[in-house]
């Protein structure tokens, strides 16, 4: 098991308090204390941690239980587009709570196993779980903006403002100018309805 430490200096604290149980490696760039995967602590460690990461999930879901429940016993106190978003909140908490578990927990979780079984892991295996852990803040807020009605429909109308802006742009761009063609056309009809009239302009206005 791999925790990664800021300097070098952290590294006797591991030693100290792991005793002998305890291999410390610092290399150029990344400093590294390597636990005992059969070390006691290193399982009371891993333990502590899930056991917590399960109590504030069952928090979590009771705080929601609650929440929806009082929101159905006052909904007749709210306006009917108040009640649908605060369910559309309720559906994004909920929502909000479970992304840990896929972006975060499962990846671990995949990597712990791993080392205790002594499986190994390619690189594409490796950056896969980073990478899911480093988008987990985005789709948070890509999810706010998809169930929220209000992010989305402003969201949704800034999108389509944009693409006719660029659309009409490109139009104009692209398109040659026509007023000159159509005022000349215009102008040399009429001169040719009206031949008496050519004859009174300067010689050098003359068609």
């Known amino acids: 098991m791999y925790i990664c430490t800021a300097s070098s200096e952290t590294i006797p604290f591991y030693q100290n308090y792991y005793s002998r149980e305890i291999k410390a490696y610092a290399g150029d760039d990344w400093h590294y204390v390597i636990l005992d995967r059969f070390n006691t602590r290193t399982y009371l460690l891993l333990a502590a941690m899930v056991v917590l990461y399960i109590l504030s999930e069952i928090l979590s879901f009771v705080s929601l239980f609650f929440i929806y429940k009082a929101l159905s016993l006052n909904s007749g106190k709210l306006s009917r587009r108040t009640y649908k978003l605060q369910q559309q909140l309720i559906r994004l908490l909920f ?44 789709f948070n807020a890509v999810f706010t903006v998809i169930f929220i009605t209000p992010y989305y429909e402003f969201t949704k109308c800034w999108i389509r403002k944009y693409i006719m802006f660029n659309s009409d742009r490109n139009i104009t761009l692209s398109s040659p100018p026509i007023t000159t063609n159509i005022v000349t056309d215009d102008f040399v009809s009429y001169f040719r309805r009206n031949p008496n009239h050519s004859h009174s302009l300067p010689l050098s206005h003359s068609l």
């Not at 499962?106 to 079984?117: K, N, R, S």
């Not at 892991?121 to 980073?130: D, R, S």
């Open 95 to 138: 929502i909000q709570v479970i992304n840990p578990i896929i972006f975060i927990v499962l990846p671990m979780t995949a990597g712990i196993f791993c080392v205790f079984l002594n499986m190994k892991v390619n690189m594409f295996m490796a950056e896969t779980g980073m990478l899911l852990t480093t988008i987990y803040p985005c």
